[in-house]
């Protein structure tokens, strides 16, 4: 029996096939799906946000006193200043505005994620202070993309799909002057680290030694090192943050907690 006849066309499918299977794979993890959802916010803004008027930065990553905070998206226009805060995810979304914790159910299986927008605090905190102006000016938009469904009354500015398009749109009261717009766009432009993987590489490096309570950390205010204290009293009694190892005459604190 020839051999060659009968793997001929068993190689030819594997030729297809692997190719196949190796594309079925990357479209399942999760780094080809947060890439796919940004493309897709980014998509929608080309077409439904006038560039001229809706001046947008993307991938932005600041310096901040405890490393680095990274934006996914920031549109800066005369009607205020959206950060957008993007999360792909499928399943039931279950949430509130003053819950600390998210839920994410999926075939009866639940996961907890951080409330969006108390993430997204951070970027604004940044933006704030890169910008000199005040939290009226900056909004927080959360939008979330791919397969889910809120199954709770989100606040206005948590949407799906292109609802963010029409939440950012109803701000039609003029805060900023053209050349404002303008000025607070180099100022992003000029203090933002290159968007680079190797920037994101080292932020997502600087995340993980900012929540590990054994990595060494300094002070930003005077250079010392910070140590890990515990509040003896109060609501917080038993939690831990970072504290200044020269208190009281410094008195610089820095939560332990997730943060983007």
């Not at 929608?44 to 990553?61: C, E, M, P």
């Amino acid at each position: 029996m020839n051999i060659s006849v009968i793997l001929h066309p068993l190689l030819n499918i594997l030729v297809w096939l692997l190719p196949l299977m190796l594309v079925w794979t990357l479209l399942r993890t999760r780094l080809f799906k947060g890439w796919f959802g940004e493309r897709l916010v980014r998509l929608r803004a080309h077409f439904r946000l006038d560039r001229q008027v809706y001046r947008r930065l993307h991938d932005v990553t600041l310096i901040t006193p405890d490393g680095t905070t990274q934006i996914d998206h920031v549109f800066v226009s005369p009607f205020g200043i959206f950060v957008l805060e993007t999360k792909h995810m499928k399943g039931w979304i279950f949430g509130g505005e003053k819950q600390a914790q998210w839920t994410q159910l999926i075939h009866k299986k639940r996961f907890t994620f951080q409330n969006p927008n108390r993430q997204n605090y951070k970027h604004l905190k940044a933006l704030q202070a890169a910008l000199g102006i005040g939290p009226d000016f900056v909004h927080s938009v959360i939008v979330f993309v791919g397969p889910s469904t809120f199954k709770t009354r989100m606040p206005a500015n948590v949407t799906r799909g292109g609802g963010w398009v029409h939440y950012i749109k109803s701000f039609q009261q003029t805060v900023f002057s053209e050349a404002q717009v303008t000025a607070m766009l180099q100022t992003l432009q000029a203090g933002r680290l290159a968007p680079t993987l190797a920037t994101r590489r080292e932020h997502v490096q600087r995340l993980k030694q900012r929540d590990d309570p054994s990595a060494s950390r300094q002070c930003p205010r005077c250079g010392s090192a910070l140590v890990v204290r515990t509040y003896n009293g109060g609501p917080r009694s038993g939690q831990q943050f970072w504290g200044c190892s020269t208190f009281p005459k410094c008195r610089t604190v820095q939560p332990i907690s997730p943060g983007s």
